[in-house]
């Protein structure tokens, strides 16, 4: 069921059970359960279907390292790896299934270096786009100015290209809209003043970092 509690529940609703903790009215869950290493699928708690899913295994970590992540304008049953600059991969339906994503339900596949590693405790980090506070979306770079609306004036932007390589970018109104940092990266963070700036609707681009042309960049956008 759907709780705004944030207290863990036991979640039945998948073919493997989890453990949820969810604020619904953020548009954000966390799913723990133990990889079978089958076709499945998990309960996420939400009451809505998941925009944008990082998973991560908590064992074997040598071998299952990646930060396997979903979101909802990769071309189908394609990743991304949180941890990688690497542009979207195929998983063919080995890593997510796109078919199986609800409103219940995430969709995992049986490769063994995958989401659902078996015997493993695997974590989930769900979340969708809630009007006036949050917003998964994507946007095609241009080479110039570049408006995305979201609705709201972000505090958080997460942003990376998928079509191709390139780091992710984390840019925050707390440390100003010229500071970012990298989740791939171990740098610290870097100022490129002017380059994305909030806006009461959403955020610009002015130039052509972040917004190569041809480029499609996905987001996660939090006010």
């Known amino acids: 069921g759907d ?5 863990p529940q036991i979640n039945t609703e998948g073919t493997i059970d989890s453990i949820v903790s969810v604020n619904d009215a953020a548009g954000f869950s966390i799913v723990k359960w133990t990889g079978d290493g089958n076709d499945a699928t998990v309960g996420h708690g939400l009451s809505s279907q998941p925009e944008l899913v990082i998973t991560k295994g908590t064992a074997n970590l040598a071998t299952y390292n990646s930060w396997i ?9 394609h990743h991304l790896y949180l941890n ?5 991969q195929n998983g063919v339906g080995d890593y997510f299934r796109d078919a199986a994503f609800s409103s ?3 969709g995992l596949g049986n490769d063994i270096y995958g989401p659902n590693v078996s015997g493993t405790t695997m974590i989930a980090y ?3 786009s ?9 946007y095609l770079g241009n080479n110039t100015t570049n408006v995305v609306t979201t609705g ?3 505090r958080f932007l997460l942003i990376k290209a998928s ?9 925050d109104s707390s440390r100003t809209d010229d500071n970012f940092l990298s989740p791939d990266l171990s740098n610290a963070e870097y100022t490129d003043a002017g380059k994305i700036n909030f806006t009461p609707t959403g955020f610009t681009l002015t130039s052509t970092s972040y917004n190569n042309s041809g480029y499609t960049w996905i987001y996660l956008a939090i006010k």
């Not at 992540?69 to 049953?77: A, F, M």
């Not at 809630?130 to 994507?138: D, E, F, L, R």
């Not at 079509?163 to 840019?171: G, K, L, P, Q």
């Open 84 to 88: 990688t600059s690497d542009s979207e």
């Open 163 to 171: 079509s191709h390589a390139s780091s992710w970018y984390i840019v």
């Open 104 to 106: 219940t339900v995430i």
């Open 152 to 154: 709201f004036q972000p």
């Open 126 to 128: 769900c979340f969708t």
């Open 3 to 7: 709780h705004d509690d944030n207290l």
């Open 130 to 138: 809630i009007t006036g506070y949050q917003k998964i979306g994507s």
């Open 69 to 77: 992540t979903y979101h909802k304008d990769l071309s189908t049953n």
